[in-house]
């Protein structure tokens, strides 16, 4: 990052790709010392769902021919996302991601509207995605899916109205194996999930994954909370036998290595040795994984208490806000 703020010269150069295509600097928003150019919202409708959405350009000078553009889009009723492109001409990082067009982050449905932020890193507008943000009314899910290879990704789950609703643990990890607990953390709750696969592929699956995990969050919330645990009886079920599974594997080893030690083996002493030594091993090995397994007795599935969380009022059926 250069040390001098911007000049009234670098200025007028580095906005003038901007101003042919209409775009205003916001002298007023914009940062000169940190090298930061800010340019007036845009305003974007048309027929597609979210029916409008503010535009908002950020251009950061990070020194000679390093830049970063940062196109944050909020949707009116749903998220706020923000695509980014890093390059050497600014003009053409604004052409790179103006290739996306201005309604493809977002997916809209029933009672719910998910936008997803990315990486713009080609010119044909492909996008690697770094997050994704659900508004299920009052509540919001977010998935960092740019996770440290071979770990899981962060999720949490909030809600704008403090009244201290409640939501069960394995609220999405009824949804499949890939999906963690959501435990209380600090106003809201926060989860794990695993995303599999590489590239495009796994970023493909991932938004599937975010849109199944919205369109079950919207249809829950629309009912009473004690219809959760009889829509989802079973999977509940599966989730308890996950959960224990992590205590029964420790217990069988540790009774493994208790009846190690009263076999009378007169064979191979290495036999022997390796006998013995399995247990502790196949110990280290399994609080040795990524992340440690939680030893734990799972409580039984049943019903959620009534008046947990107040119920969704889904209006729309096709997830467009009222101001729309």
Same mark, same amino acid.
């Given at each position: ?7 009234? @010269? ?32 845009? #305003? ?6 979210? /029916? ?16 970063? &553009? ?37 997916? =809209?449905? +029933?009672?719910? /509207?998910?936008?997803?932020?990315? $990486?713009?890193?080609? +010119? ?14 009052? %509540?919001?899910?977010?998935? #960092? ?6 770990? !899981? ?18 609220? &999405? ?5 890939? %999906? ?8 809201? %709750? ?14 493909? !699956? ?15 919330? =629309?009912?009473?909370? #004690?219809?959760? @645990? ?6 509940? %079920?599966?989730?308890?036998?996950? $959960?224990?599974?992590?205590?029964? =594997? ?9 009846? /190690? ?27 040795? &994984?990524?992340?440690? +397994?939680?030893? #734990?007795?799972?409580? &039984? ?22 101001? /729309?």
């Amino acid at each position: 990052m250069s040390s001098h703020p911007l000049t009234h @010269h670098e200025i007028l150069a580095l906005i003038e790709p901007f101003s042919r295509l209409g775009y205003q600097a916001d002298l007023a928003s914009s940062q000169r010392l940190d090298r930061r150019l800010v340019f007036r919202p845009v #305003e974007h409708a048309g027929d597609s769902r979210p /029916c409008r959405i503010i535009e908002t350009l950020v251009l950061v000078s990070r020194g000679a021919n390093a830049f970063r &553009l940062e196109r944050h889009l909020a949707a009116t009723g749903g998220p706020s996302i923000e695509l980014v492109a890093d390059g050497q001409e600014p003009g053409a990082l604004l052409d790179r991601v103006r290739s996306v067009a201005i309604a493809d982050p977002f997916q =809209a449905g +029933p009672g719910y /509207c998910v936008g997803f932020s990315g $990486r713009v890193e080609a +010119p044909d507008g492909t996008v690697a995605l770094t997050e994704a943000v659900a508004h299920v009314g009052e %509540w919001r899910m977010t998935l #960092e899916a740019d996770p440290v290879r071979g770990m !899981r990704a962060d999720v949490s789950l909030t809600r704008s109205v403090q009244d201290g609703a409640t939501v069960p643990e394995d609220l &999405l990890a009824v949804l499949g194996r890939d %999906w963690g607990l959501l435990r209380p953390s600090g106003t809201g %709750w926060a989860g794990t999930a695993r995303l599999r696969g590489r590239g495009a592929a796994r970023d493909t !699956r991932t938004r599937e994954r975010m849109l199944v995990a919205a369109r079950h969050l919207s249809a829950t919330f =629309a009912g009473p909370a #004690e219809h959760f @645990h009889a829509a989802h009886r079973r999977a509940r %079920w599966h989730v308890a036998m996950r $959960r224990l599974f992590p205590l029964a =594997a420790a217990a069988l080893l540790i009774l493994i290595g208790a009846a /190690c030690t009263r076999i009378d083996i007169t064979g191979d002493a290495t036999v022997r040795v390796l006998l013995m030594s399995s247990p502790p091993i196949l110990m280290i090995l399994f609080f040795s &994984l990524r992340e440690v +397994p939680r030893l #734990e007795l799972p409580p &039984l599935p049943r019903t959620t208490n009534a008046g947990a969380w107040p119920v969704l009022r889904v209006t729309d059926t096709q997830g467009q806000p009222d101001e /729309c």
